[in-house]
């Protein structure tokens, strides 16, 4: 497996989610972080001021879906913000996650408003002296922080450069006493004060959050490596399995970031972009699909890709594998989905879900759908 490292350049982003779900409305004087669902909308001062939130239950991305979170939030023509732990803790015996550069840069170019907060309740997990559950984040400053974005006035990427600049280390530090009172309260013991620290250290220059050093010390190794060298020669034997596609993207404002996709590879002159979800089960929960469509739909929007310097032509694919019987590929007429569902003996909902997947390849140009065998 080798890393193909491309360039690529995006001005806006347009897209049309199909795969929705009902949300719920919270009115933003009663509304509590902790208590509420994954996603919904903040009714702020009237039914018609709005704006849709999402929250993680950790600062990984690969934990709990937080992309389909917000591609839950897409569609509405309002300002989305998610709520990102700085710091995930889990005990001695569980994870210690911290928030990334690549989830900087996936947030700011979506357009998606970023509030860092902490985690100041938790439990002992039941049967499990060693490992916290149950987290529960400090509400009344994600509420604060909701209401400076529902005033803010410049775009996410602007709040989110702000907000990491100026108050990544007093969040982080909060969430590192937390979770000494925590560990206190529990009896559970947590990773050392003294390492949460000293990688707080290295984003730093002179006391302050740097977000260079951040980017630096938090982007992957392979991703820093492909920094460092470009591979320039890529026969076609190399792309047959489908390779790592590694990108920098580049924003009008002339802002650099970083995003991976699952695999890249290449039929005749076009490249392929694809993220894969893949299920033992006969077809994939709805959360792992969303959160392939949200990875794909900056791609989809990239107004040019280069690969050693040279303009390649591309297109984006969702991979669906699965139990299944014969493959689709999507869009389609639904006279053939209708077909390819009940070969598969699919339900009516899972029938319906990939009807509707039909429609968001239909109204979304670049981007293509392949459902198939996991064999």
Sequence with gaps: MTS????????DIRYNPQLRSKL?????????????????IIELDSPENTLAFSKWVSPKRTRSYPFARIYNTYYLNTKKVTIIPIIKDEGLAGDNDRINFITFSW????????????????????????????????PDYVKEKIQEIANYQLTALHWNTTHFQQEFNKVYRRAVDSYQTISQHQGVAVH??????????????????????????????????????VITSHALEYLADGDKGIFEISNYLG?????????V????????????KNTSRKFPAKAD????????????????????????????????????????????????IGEFCKRNRFSRIQSQTIMTLAQECTVNHKLSILITSAN
């Design 265 to 276: 590879y290449q039929e005749y002159d076009t490249y392929i972009l694809q993220e894969s």
């Design 24 to 40: 719920k409305v919270y009115p933003l004087n009663s509304f509590d972080i902790n208590t509420s669902s994954a996603c919904g």
């Design 107 to 138: 947030m700011s170019l979506m357009n998606v408003y970023i509030i860092l907060a902490w985690y100041e309740k938790a439990e002992m997990l039941k049967g499990n002296s060693a490992k916290l559950t149950k987290q529960q984040f400090n």
């Design 289 to 336: 699909i969303k959160d392939g469509l949200f990875k794909l739909i900056l791609f989809a929007n990239l107004e040019r890709l280069l690969l050693d310097e040279c303009e390649i032509s591309f297109i984006v694919c969702l991979k669906i594998t699965g139990q299944i019987v014969g493959s689709l590929s999507l869009p389609a007429d639904y006279a053939v």
């Design 4 to 11: 193909l490292f491309f360039k690529g350049f995006i001005r």
């Design 192 to 229: 050392p004060r003294a390492l949460q620290l000293n990688v707080l250290e290295q984003f730093n220059v002179n006391n302050y959050f740097s977000l260079e050093n951040f980017k630096q010390y938090t982007l992957p190794n392979s991703l820093k490596a492909a920094q460092r060298e």
């Design 255 to 263: 802002g650099e970031y970083y995003l991976t996709v699952d695999e």
